[in-house]
């Protein structure tokens, strides 16, 4: 992962269907939305998320889950914890087959920005990363002017 | 009628075309997969992967349509393969080019066409990855991309198929 400038983000996707992931990523590029980095399993996300800083990510919170649960929220955790190289309140938003209200209320405490729900569209991925783009710029502006206020 | 006009290269592309010994091959589920991808993705009713012969366009994976091969004349991807780009008609019925081609006129209407040229390392046009439905559409920028990286990603497995081929 290089050097992050607010004309290139870095972004974590985390989802099973490679054709999905390579489509995604490989249009991002090619938009100039910056680079999307790809994890096909939860172990892979772990090690790019503790590795490399995001500016934010989408996760398939059924990724890899265990039969008896339906979701598994430990990279969330894992960022809003601090406990990955990225910024804790990087925007995340979340792919789920179908969406409950105690998982919901879960996604909500962790400040999650966007639920997306099946049948699952390279388009709403590649605009749920484009308005990443637009907060890191809103961010960096936000960040400039309070430093001339200083 | 505008009959899918004939490159001057044409027999050049079907040797080329003929070299990857595809035609009339069974369903592969990984063109397979890009075609129900691409259908779901547009929300399409139809999605091809086709091939343009001589004489007829076969399709080497289909979603929506029940026929395995049209002639090549009445084709849209005849045109398709002519163009340096992703080739869009809007809405055939107001193109005179297609208004009165059977396949519009009649199943499985085709009235809205998109058609990404699969070319080749060699230059040579050989199909598309096509989209259609039977209402009037346009694709915005991020849906050209997004069909253009499908067709990129198809062009892959082609060539993989032609480095097996030639071992």
């Known amino acids: ?150 | 009628m505008l009959a899918a006009p004939i490159p001057s290269n044409d027999a050049e592309r079907l040797a080329a075309l003929r070299e990857l010994l595809i035609l009339d091959t069974p369903p592969e589920e990984r063109f397979d997969k890009v075609a129900r991808f691409a259908a779901q993705e547009f929300d399409m009713p139809i999605a091809l992967v086709t091939l343009i012969d001589e004489n007829r366009q076969w399709f080497k994976a289909r979603v929506g349509l029940d026929v395995c091969e049209t002639g090549r004349d009445v084709s849209f991807c005849g045109h398709a393969i002519l163009q340096p780009d992703i080739f869009i008609i809007p809405d055939a019925r107001a193109d005179e080019r297609f208004a009165d081609n059977p396949i519009v006129t009649g199943p499985p209407h085709v009235i809205f066409y998109a058609g990404a040229p699969l070319t080749m390392p060699s230059g040579f046009t050989i199909g598309t990855l096509c989209l259609i439905d039977h209402q009037p559409r346009e694709l915005d920028a991020t849906e050209m991309a997004i069909l253009s990286t499908l067709r990129d990603l198809l062009l892959e497995e082609l060539n993989n198929r032609e480095e097996a081929r030639r071992g």
């Open chain 1, 1 to 150: 992962v290089g050097e992050a400038t607010p004309k290139h983000l870095n972004m974590l996707l985390v989802e099973e269907q490679t054709l999905l992931r390579r489509t995604v990523s490989l249009t991002a590029r090619s938009l100039g939305l910056g680079t999307v980095h790809e994890a096909a399993n939860m172990s892979s996300a772990e090690r790019l998320l503790r590795d490399h800083a995001f500016h934010g990510a989408v996760i398939a919170i059924d990724c890899g889950v265990a039969e008896r649960y339906s979701y598994n929220l430990a990279l969330l955790d894992q960022v809003r914890a601090g406990m990955s190289a990225s910024v804790p309140t990087i925007p995340i938003a979340v792919m789920v087959d179908h969406a409950t209200p105690d998982m919901l209320e879960a996604l909500r405490k962790r400040q999650v920005s966007r639920v997306i729900l099946k049948p699952f569209r390279a388009k709403v991925l590649l605009d749920t990363f484009a308005t990443f783009a637009v907060l890191d710029s809103a961010g960096a502006a936000g960040r400039k002017d309070r430093q001339r206020t200083v």
